[in-house]
Nanobody
């Protein structure tokens, strides 16, 4: 299984970005999909998760601004980022967790928010 994140870029504060993560390879039972970010000099943190029941959860600082979703066939996950702030800058990673398997990570996509 491989994940490929895309959609990052440079955006002004207050603007929007939509990150995409495509999933290739054979998957059996995806339990959750998630987005994480790592700001310069900081540890990676979870931004949003989306479980197989369709329940989403968000890190406090992005609640009301970011929305995570997945496609019907669970072959992709998305992160809609609205009203972005300079503190949202970082390398964004997608990840999936299958039943009884270790999480799989994709390579990151850089998001830079200018003030």
């Amino acid at each position: 299984v491989q994940l490929q994140a895309s959609g990052g870029g440079l955006v002004q504060a207050g603007g929007s970005l939509r990150l995409s993560c495509s999933i290739s390879g054979v998957t059996f039972s995806i339990q959750s999909m998630s987005w994480h970010r790592q700001a310069p000099g900081k540890q990676r943190e979870v931004v949003a998760t989306f479980n197989r029941q369709g329940v989403a959860d968000y890190e406090d600082s992005v609640k009301g601004r970011f929305t995570i979703s997945g496609d019907d066939r669970r072959r992709a996950t998305y992160l809609q980022m609205n009203n972005v702030k300079p503190e949202d800058t970082g390398l964004y990673f997608c990840s999936i967790k299958e039943y009884l398997r270790e999480p799989v990570w994709g390579k990151g996509t850089q998001v830079t928010v200018s003030s």
